[in-house]
């Protein structure tokens, strides 16, 4: 989309699992079986 890669995934743990799109670059480090660490991050306004 607007020229940017955007891979999809599915992240689970033993709690639950989400689907995850990331935008560019980080797509290509990513392969089948790594283990990923998730932060979150809000920015108020």
Do not use: F, M
Request: net charge positive.
């Amino acid at each position: 989309k607007d020229g940017n890669e955007v891979r999809s995934c599915k992240v689970a743990d033993k709690t639950g699992s989400v689907n995850l799109s990331i935008w560019g670059d980080y797509g290509n480090h990513i392969q089948p079986g790594d283990i990923l660490i998730l932060y979150w991050r809000s920015k108020s306004n």
